[in-house]
């Protein structure tokens, strides 16, 4: 499968004064196969060892001091890869790595000793140290986007088609429209972990897909489980209500729907996993009174109130599906905020939410300008075409050069007053233009 961040991969490789890297994502995104795809295309050898399948931490402490010290690899080469000189071009693959100083510290070392050998850690972890970020390069990789599926799946014309369209800002032809809808909610359904995409691709229907999702949304809780068991109760709990909680009308996250007196004090450690395994989004509230820190880049979140989202739309539409909020009223909704929350968070966009008043209805608040306006962009979710917003409106009447980006599953019209209206196979093709303010 083609992805788009291979080519930054192939820049690190190419790149005279490289750092190691750390390879960082959610589960199930296809890091791993990602790297040794880069092992076996651009180097002559390479070793791999998965940190986490050893099951004697300190053999493989004692492996790397040996590789550290004298270079011998026969207990490295056991693992798997292949060794012949030291000296000569190769890449060394540390997978599920768990990035404690110690190993860091070997790392460090080998790369000094042995400066012709390139090497990639893959993490399943945030790395937000001070020294992550001096001493070695970082890429996180996303689940595939609407892109990267149509590409999988044989329908690449459509890419250069719908970024055309959205450029000129004009309707596709109906057959192409029709097409496209739904080619998009098979994605919904699909989402984009390769391994669900593999097989919707081989199977050509979504029978087994859930299944599939399943066992990844389980893997999360046992890895939890295997560090503390309250502590996988809590993120199974926080994450089996997210289906109810984002089919209401008010999509904030709310305690109580868990269970009655449930705080999130008693959920800290909870979602502080969620958010640094890259298993959810958190997208905090964003009131009238902090929007102008807001447009400065000064960003001063509430967290107080926040929605939570997980990070494949495939996974969310078949943990609704085991939930059974699939088939409730305002659903729909809560899949197509999670979908715009995915394609934020891929394009590295930071994004939280307004509400009014009465907390009913909000839109997402986009700290990014399109075409060099206002830079705070507001983002509403719709399933139906209305030309007209009270949301947007209400929005504008407290913040009057505020602009306006509607979202439907509508084709685009040419007529004036529906130019910000874009289909939602369109939404990441506007996003992808939208210019950051960092």
Same mark, same amino acid.
């Given at each position: 499968?083609k992805?788009?961040?291979?080519?930054?991969?192939?820049i690190?490789?190419?790149?005279?004064?490289?750092?190691?890297?750390i390879?960082?994502?959610?589960?199930?995104?296809?890091?791993?196969?990602?790297?040794?795809t880069?092992?076996?295309?651009?180097?002559k050898?390479?070793i791999?060892?998965?940190?986490?399948?050893q099951?004697?931490?300190?053999k493989?402490?004692?492996?790397?001091?040996?590789?550290?010290?004298?270079?011998?690899?026969s207990?490295?080469t056991?693992?798997?890869? @292949?060794?012949?000189d030291?000296?000569?071009n190769?890449?060394?693959?540390?997978?599920d790595m768990?990035c404690t %100083?110690?190993?860091?510290?070997?790392i460090?070392?080998?790369?000094?000793l042995?400066?012709s050998?390139?090497?990639?850690?893959?993490s399943g972890y945030?790395?937000t140290a001070t020294?992550m970020?001096?001493?070695y390069?970082t890429?996180?990789?996303y689940?595939m986007?609407?892109?990267?599926?149509?590409?999988?799946?044989?329908h690449?014309w459509y890419?250069e088609m719908?970024?055309?369209?959205?450029?000129?800002?004009?309707?596709l032809?109906?057959?192409?429209?029709?097409?496209?809808?739904n080619?998009?909610?098979?994605y919904?359904?699909?989402?984009?972990?390769?391994a669900?995409?593999?097989?919707?691709i081989?199977? %050509?229907?979504?029978e087994?897909?859930?299944?599939i999702?399943?066992?990844i949304?389980?893997s999360?809780?046992y890895?939890? *489980?295997m560090?503390e068991e309250?502590?996988a109760?809590?993120?199974?709990?926080l994450l089996?209500?997210?289906?109810?909680?984002l089919?209401?009308?008010?999509?904030?996250?709310?305690?109580?729907?868990i269970?009655?007196?449930a705080?999130?004090?008693?959920?800290? *450690?909870s979602l @502080?996993?969620?958010k640094?395994?890259f298993c959810?989004m958190?997208c905090?509230r964003?009131?009238?009174?902090?929007?102008?820190?807001?447009?400065?880049?000064?960003?001063?979140?509430?967290?107080?109130?926040?929605?939570?989202?997980?990070?494949?739309?495939?996974?969310?539409?078949?943990l609704?599906?085991?939930?059974?909020? %699939?088939?409730?009223?305002?659903?729909?909704?809560?899949?197509?905020?999670?979908?715009i929350a995915?394609?934020l @968070?891929?394009?590295?966009i930071?994004?939280g939410y307004?509400?009014?008043?009465s907390?009913?209805?909000?839109?997402?608040?986009?700290?990014?300008?399109?075409?060099?306006?206002?830079?705070?962009l507001?983002?509403e979710i719709? @399933?139906k075409?209305?030309?007209?917003s009270?949301?947007?409106?209400?929005?504008?009447?407290k913040?009057?050069?505020?602009n306006?980006?509607l979202v439907t599953?509508?084709?685009?019209?040419?007529?004036e007053?529906?130019?910000?209206?874009?289909?939602?196979?369109?939404?990441?093709?506007?996003?992808?233009?939208?210019?950051?303010?960092?």
């Amino acid at each position: 499968m083609k992805r788009k961040l291979f080519a930054q991969l192939k820049i690190w490789k190419e790149s005279l004064q490289k750092k190691p890297l750390i390879l960082t994502g959610a589960k199930g995104t296809g890091k791993t196969y990602l790297a040794l795809t880069l092992a076996k295309d651009f180097y002559k050898r390479y070793i791999y060892i998965n940190y986490e399948l050893q099951a004697d931490k300190d053999k493989l402490a004692a492996c790397f001091e040996r590789f550290q010290l004298t270079g011998a690899t026969s207990e490295l080469t056991a693992l798997e890869g @292949t060794w012949e000189d030291g000296n000569d071009n190769g890449l060394f693959i540390v997978d599920d790595m768990i990035c404690t %100083e110690e190993i860091l510290g070997v790392i460090s070392k080998i790369s000094k000793l042995y400066p012709s050998w390139d090497i990639l850690m893959i993490s399943g972890y945030s790395q937000t140290a001070t020294c992550m970020i001096n001493k070695y390069t970082t890429l996180k990789l996303y689940p595939m986007d609407f892109d990267e599926f149509l590409s999988a799946a044989g329908h690449e014309w459509y890419i250069e088609m719908i970024e055309e369209s959205v450029n000129k800002n004009s309707s596709l032809p109906q057959i192409f429209h029709e097409e496209l809808v739904n080619l998009f909610e098979t994605y919904l359904i699909v989402g984009g972990l390769p391994a669900a995409v593999n097989e919707y691709i081989n199977n %050509e229907n979504t029978e087994n897909i859930t299944q599939i999702h399943r066992d990844i949304l389980y893997s999360y809780f046992y890895e939890t *489980d295997m560090k503390e068991e309250s502590c996988a109760l809590k993120v199974r709990q926080l994450l089996f209500t997210l289906p109810q909680q984002l089919s209401k009308r008010n999509k904030k996250f709310q305690f109580n729907q868990i269970r009655k007196g449930a705080t999130e004090n008693q959920y800290k *450690d909870s979602l @502080t996993f969620i958010k640094s395994s890259f298993c959810g989004m958190i997208c905090p509230r964003i009131t009238d009174d902090r929007i102008s820190s807001y447009e400065t880049g000064e960003v001063n979140y509430d967290f107080s109130a926040f929605k939570l989202y997980l990070f494949d739309i495939g996974l969310y539409h078949s943990l609704s599906k085991i939930t059974g909020c %699939e088939v409730k009223e305002g659903f729909r909704e809560g899949l197509i905020e999670s979908y715009i929350a995915q394609v934020l @968070t891929g394009a590295n966009i930071p994004f939280g939410y307004w509400e009014t008043a009465s907390g009913s209805h909000s839109l997402f608040l986009l700290r990014a300008a399109f075409k060099n306006d206002f830079p705070v962009l507001p983002l509403e979710i719709r @399933t139906k075409l209305q030309k007209r917003s009270k949301l947007l409106g209400a929005l504008k009447d407290k913040q009057p050069k505020i602009n306006q980006m509607l979202v439907t599953t509508d084709e685009f019209s040419n007529d004036e007053a529906s130019r910000n209206i874009i289909p939602l196979y369109g939404v990441k093709n506007i996003i992808d233009n939208l210019i950051l303010f960092r």
